[in-house]
């Protein structure tokens, strides 16, 4: 099996290595890593499919149990046990889209022993929140089973709050080293935009990205008190402080705009309506299956890879709208820039060399931008930053019109 499988990513490799032959980098970069998050997203539904429905759960569970008896329960070892076999059936395909592809294409730093423990990494902070989410979950699954959607549905919003809030202090600084900007003139220039754009920040950071790749980014992180920004050593060594500083009024206009809470809103109302469709979903299905799947009640740890699959299909089917979503409230965050700082070219010219840097498509297929794009494509944010100007005087549109007529 395992043979068939390298076989059929050799073949897929082939195939988008000639269909992109001729393409920029940046088009090939991106659209293999568009097939390869495909991939791994079909292959993990039918891994989960299989693990249901070829009546393996139960037997996973049963080995949780004897692996640890009473101690613990059976759900917590069930959600580790679990946790590392999705891991090791996923880990060809992770390893082809972060290691391999991003080798190929000069963007990556890391050996494969420092991607592994960045890996291994990853694996433990989604084990833990696993543990809490789930137990959190399934706890209120057992005590009300009529409500859990609704009640299941707060809880895990509470929880995307919580882990918002300790990102910053608890998660980030285990893939990376957080420093204060050492560019004491740029630090001094930002809190002044900031104020000057109204926008409260903790602190200003910077990251050692450039230990795992060579692209470039900068981004607001945290709540409250944990708020911050943090910019990336590859930005502040190929960016003019110019474009740094329009780089950061777009994270800032997320900050004015209160785009942390609208997401968790919105997000909010996924989770809620996703919750709810999962109850008038699993009690029937459960029972149909019964027989087959290896367990009866929802409240069974064994339903566990049921419930993530339906998950990840409800929120792929609605990821077009949370996309589109992002975009607008990107597209407003690159308005926002301008009208704080009125440096177009600046921002234009960063844009630019992010999308050069980090091989990005900059036109993609409008199928694809709606689909799959968090951000407006890279040519139109650009066009827009080079003829967004409300404060230009008729005289200076004027002046201007032949050079944006290019």
Same mark, same amino acid.
């Given at each position: 099996?395992?043979?068939?499988?390298?076989?059929?990513?050799?073949?897929?490799?082939?195939?988008?290595?000639?269909?992109?032959?001729?393409?920029?980098?940046?088009?090939?970069?991106?659209?293999?890593?568009?097939?390869?998050?495909?991939?791994?997203?079909?292959?993990?539904?039918?891994?989960?499919?299989?693990?249901?429905?070829?009546?393996?759960?139960?037997?996973?569970?049963?080995?949780?149990?004897?692996?640890?008896?009473?101690?613990?329960?059976?759900?917590?070892?069930?959600?580790?046990?679990?946790?590392?076999?999705?891991?090791?059936?996923?880990?060809?395909?992770?390893?082809?889209?972060?290691?391999?592809?991003?080798?190929?294409?000069?963007? %990556?730093? =890391?050996?494969?022993? /420092?991607? @592994?423990?960045?890996?291994?990494? $990853?694996?433990?902070?989604?084990? &833990?929140? #696993?543990?809490?989410?789930?137990?959190?979950?399934?706890?209120?699954?057992?005590?009300?089973?009529?409500?859990?959607?609704?009640?299941?549905?707060?809880?895990?919003?509470?929880?995307?709050?919580?882990?918002?809030?300790?990102?910053?202090?608890?998660?980030?600084?285990?893939?990376?080293?957080?420093?204060?900007?050492?560019?004491?003139?740029?630090?001094?220039?930002?809190?002044?935009?900031?104020?000057?754009?109204?926008?409260?920040?903790?602190?200003?950071?910077?990251?050692?990205? %450039?230990? =795992?790749?060579?692209? /470039?980014? @900068?981004?607001?992180?945290?709540? $409250?008190?944990?708020?911050?920004? &943090?910019? #990336?050593?590859?930005?502040?060594?190929?960016?003019?402080?110019?474009?740094?500083?329009?780089?950061?009024?777009?994270?800032?206009?997320?900050?004015?705009?209160?785009?942390?809470?609208?997401?968790?809103?919105?997000?909010?109302?996924?989770?809620?309506?996703?919750?709810?469709?999962?109850?008038?979903?699993?009690?029937?299905?459960?029972?149909?299956?019964?027989?087959?799947?290896?367990?009866?009640?929802?409240?069974?740890?064994?339903?566990?890879?049921?419930?993530?699959?339906?998950?990840?299909?409800?929120?792929?089917? /609605?990821?077009?709208?949370?996309?589109?979503?992002?975009?607008?409230?990107?597209?407003?965050?690159?308005?926002?820039?301008?009208?704080?700082?009125?440096?177009?070219?600046?921002?234009?010219?960063?844009?630019?060399?992010?999308?050069?840097?980090?091989?990005?498509?900059?036109?993609?297929?409008?199928?694809?931008?709606?689909?799959?794009?968090?951000?407006?494509?890279?040519?139109?944010?650009?066009?827009?930053?080079?003829?967004?100007?409300?404060?230009?005087?008729?005289?200076?549109?004027?002046?201007?019109?032949?050079?944006?007529?290019?």
């Amino acid at each position: 099996m395992l043979r068939k499988v390298i076989a059929l990513f050799g073949v897929t490799t082939a195939i988008g290595a000639t269909a992109f032959l001729d393409e920029d980098p940046g088009v090939r970069h991106a659209r293999l890593q568009l097939i390869w998050g495909l991939i791994g997203e079909v292959w993990g539904w039918l891994v989960l499919a299989a693990i249901v429905f070829g009546g393996f759960s139960p037997r996973l569970r049963d080995l949780a149990y004897r692996l640890t008896g009473r101690r613990l329960g059976t759900l917590s070892p069930y959600i580790v046990l679990l946790s590392v076999l999705l891991a090791m059936l996923s880990a060809p395909v992770d390893f082809y889209r972060g290691y391999v592809i991003e080798h190929e294409f000069g963007l %990556s730093n =890391q050996d494969f022993w /420092a991607w @592994a423990s960045d890996y291994a990494k $990853g694996l433990g902070v989604a084990v &833990v929140s #696993g543990l809490i989410t789930f137990n959190l979950v399934y706890w209120i699954v057992r005590k009300s089973p009529r409500r859990w959607w609704l009640y299941g549905a707060t809880a895990v919003v509470i929880l995307s709050v919580v882990i918002a809030a300790l990102a910053p202090v608890l998660i980030t600084p285990l893939f990376n080293k957080f420093e204060p900007l050492q560019d004491q003139d740029l630090r001094a220039r930002i809190l002044a935009l900031s104020e000057r754009g109204g926008v409260q920040v903790a602190d200003v950071l910077q990251v050692d990205m %450039s230990r =795992q790749t060579n692209a /470039a980014n @900068a981004y607001f992180i945290g709540i $409250g008190p944990t708020k911050r920004i &943090v910019l #990336g050593d590859t930005l502040l060594a190929n960016f003019s402080g110019d474009e740094v500083l329009t780089v950061v009024a777009h994270e800032m206009g997320h900050q004015a705009h209160g785009d942390i809470w609208r997401s968790i809103g919105v997000g909010a109302i996924f989770f809620f309506a996703g919750f709810y469709v999962l109850y008038r979903i699993l009690g029937p299905l459960i029972r149909r299956s019964e027989r087959r799947i290896g367990f009866s009640r929802l409240e069974d740890a064994a339903s566990l890879p049921l419930v993530l699959l339906l998950i990840g299909l409800l929120f792929f089917v /609605a990821q077009p709208v949370e996309n589109t979503f992002s975009r607008n409230i990107e597209h407003e965050a690159d308005r926002f820039a301008l009208d704080l700082t009125h440096q177009n070219e600046d921002y234009a010219s960063a844009l630019e060399k992010l999308g050069r840097i980090n091989l990005s498509d900059p036109d993609p297929p409008a199928w694809i931008e709606l689909i799959f794009y968090s951000h407006p494509s890279l040519k139109k944010r650009i066009e827009f930053a080079e003829s967004y100007r409300p404060w230009a005087q008729p005289s200076d549109l004027q002046r201007l019109a032949p050079e944006l007529s290019r």
